[in-house]
């Protein structure tokens, strides 16, 4: 199982291939949106076409977030809680709460 590493003082985590190819997936076609949203701009696309395209954009940025969070929460943390380290659980009731600003 992919487990946290320390380097240059700064915590890192070991993920699979295959959650590494799931989520770099994920951010190429964020990105795609994103260079798409810009295209829209330039081209003096409608407004509310744009805005359309910015909430799927963010959808899109969510779903990635949850399944970032998910993984976190099945190997990182659930490993710490069975170590007793609770610090994790505080770690991801802050990261919960920036995320649901």
Do not use: W
Request: charged share 35%; proline share 1%.
């Amino acid at each position: 199982m992919p487990e946290d590493r320390e380097c240059c003082g700064q915590k890192t985590k070991e993920r699979s291939q295959e959650e590494m190819r799931d989520l770099i997936h994920r951010l190429n076609r964020i990105e795609g949106q994103i260079r798409g949203i810009r295209g829209m701009v330039e081209r003096d696309a409608y407004c509310t076409d744009v805005l359309v395209q910015v909430a799927a954009a963010n959808a899109a940025l969510n779903s990635f977030s949850k399944e970032l969070l998910g993984n976190h929460m099945r190997t990182c943390v659930a490993e710490d809680v069975r170590a007793g380290n609770d610090e994790s659980l505080e770690e991801l009731i802050s990261i919960l709460q920036r995320l649901m600003r």
